[in-house]
């Protein structure tokens, strides 16, 4: 089974503070992929990595950025959190070939 | 551009077939997905269809596919408790087959 994971489930910060959302897959997929979500607007891609040190802005990069140094591990940063990024994060994982995705179980982050 | 619609609530009685529907924009769409989001989880795959299929059945769940109209259904036969969630619909990017255009999502809430 593929397993993608995330570093918390619940995480709280505070405005201005630099945030580390991490994602680990185990199936050696070449693509990686945040997202947030947020109450009646579904899935909103923020960045997206096709393989290592690659990274591509998704729909809506503005305050965030990703590292991908190593090719299972795909990191989210928000470099001065603020209360408009208190959302769900969710990490995702696909084959080079596309299609399925595999999602891990979300870090909800609240920002005070 | 890419748009993929979906209505936000669905509530059935226990026993009941229920029925999501989607419609989606990009008529180049290799294959169109249906995830499960339960409370406070990540994104279940459920599953999916190839664009040059009609229908897909898996056990309680019935695809249907129209391509004509851009139209996307998931039935659900005797519905449960247990299915109560968020249901999205997602298609792959016309752009870059790599990415997936997710719909809002819809609430099923399945009650006695």
């Known amino acids: 089974d593929v397993k993608v994971t995330q570093s918390s489930r619940y995480l709280v910060k505070r405005t201005g503070e630099k945030v580390f959302l991490e994602c680990v897959q185990d199936m050696d997929h070449e693509n990686m992929f945040w997202y947030r979500q947020d109450p009646g607007l579904g899935l909103r891609l923020i960045y997206f990595s096709y393989d290592v040190k690659m990274k591509e802005k998704g729909d809506i990069p503005e305050g965030y950025s990703v590292s991908r140094e190593k090719k299972e591990r795909f990191s989210l940063i928000l470099e001065s959190a603020s209360t408009n990024q208190t959302s769900m994060y969710l990490c995702a994982s696909s084959s080079r070939t596309g299609g399925t995705q595999y999602f891990g179980p979300g870090t909800r982050l609240t920002v005070l | 551009g890419e748009d993929v619609e979906q209505s936000l609530f669905l509530s059935v009685r226990e026993g009941d077939s229920s029925v999501i529907n989607c419609t989606y924009t990009?008529?180049?769409?290799?294959?169109l997905y249906w995830y499960k989001q339960e409370p406070g989880a990540g994104l279940q795959l459920l599953t999916y269809?190839?664009?040059?299929?009609d229908m897909k059945q898996d056990q309680r769940l019935t695809v249907l596919l129209n391509k004509k109209d851009k139209h996307l259904s998931l039935r659900i036969a005797d519905t449960q408790t247990g299915d109560s969630a968020i249901y999205f619909c997602a298609e792959t990017s016309h752009y870059n087959t790599d990415k997936l255009i997710f719909g809002t999502g819809t609430r099923l809430q399945v009650f006695p």
């Open positions: 990009d008529s180049s769409s290799t294959y």
């Open positions: 269809i190839f664009s040059n299929m």
